[in-house]
């Protein structure tokens, strides 16, 4: 089942003001058929890291496909007073008619080059910015870290735990599909599993540890309930001396 970020919500409005004032000085100049070609790229790989791995185009054509003003949107804009009645009229028709080329997601892709280019006349192409560099940016940084940690685990599997650290429920759900992307093997976040048929994975929380009288009773009981996929957690009380053992292959030689 894959779900639209746009099946409850109108995204349209979510963009800077000043996407709004300067395609109204467009308007007014009569520059709204002037065709422009936008470029995102990004100057610097983060972490000192030799290349990002690119996410989020899927929910970037999304929001562009239901790119529309409502009429809600546009009883808003003329409350603020700042356009004339020709420009909300102009933007209550408007839609994306213009052309993007990007990378494919899961691409390696490195400073300075184009990630995604967008051929629209000014004003389509302005309003668009804040949502393809929020989509793209987020959901790419975390394939990035995802990819990182997946090569630093050396064919081990890792799994992506991250919806209570989220900033938000969308964050939590595009995080753990831009973790997939980056190679990671599923996700504790159940609404993205349902949402992106990504495998999901869970452990015990700390409280299921502290209600056993030790962390050993705790694991037996979890591993007796779930025999072939038991994930234990470690770190309760201690995590190298107490839940885990830690193989000397790992340990670093003096």
């Known amino acids: 089942m894959k779900t639209?970020?746009?099946d409850q919500r109108n995204m349209t409005l979510m963009m800077d003001f000043y996407e709004l004032t300067m395609s109204y000085n467009y308007f007014k100049l009569g520059w709204k058929d002037k065709m422009v070609y936008f470029d995102m790229f990004y100057r610097k790989n983060p972490d000192q890291g030799g290349f990002c791995v690119f996410a989020g185009l899927e929910q970037l054509i999304d929001c562009i496909e239901h790119f529309h003003f409502s009429d809600g949107d546009i009883d808003y804009l003329r409350s603020l007073n700042k356009f004339d009645e020709d420009f909300l009229q102009y933007l209550k028709s408007l839609s994306?008619?213009?052309?993007?080329?990007?990378m494919k997601e899961g691409t390696p892709v490195f400073p300075n080059e184009p990630l995604v280019t967008?051929?629209?006349n000014i004003i389509e192409a302005q309003l668009l910015e804040t949502m393809l560099l929020l989509t793209i940016n987020h959901q790419t940084l975390i394939a990035t870290k995802a990819r990182r940690i997946v090569q630093e685990a050396?064919?081990?599997p890792v799994y992506e735990f991250g919806a209570r650290r989220a900033h938000s429920y969308d964050a939590a759900n595009y995080g753990a599909r831009a973790a997939y992307i980056g190679g990671v093997a599923g996700t504790a976040t159940v609404s993205a599993g349902q949402m992106f048929d990504i495998p999901v994975a869970g452990t015990m929380a700390h409280s299921f540890v502290q209600a056993h009288d030790s962390e050993?009773?705790?694991f037996k009981d979890y591993a007796l309930t779930y025999p072939d996929?038991?994930?234990f957690l470690v770190d309760t009380y201690d995590t190298l001396k107490s839940g885990f053992?830690?193989?000397?292959r790992w340990l670093k030689k003096s």
């Open 4 to 6: 639209s970020v746009n």
């Open 96 to 102: 994306f008619h213009g052309t993007i080329w990007s």
């Open 118 to 120: 967008v051929k629209a």
């Open 154 to 156: 050396l064919g081990r």
């Open 216 to 218: 050993y009773e705790a």
């Open 229 to 231: 996929s038991a994930f």
């Open 245 to 248: 053992q830690m193989p000397s």
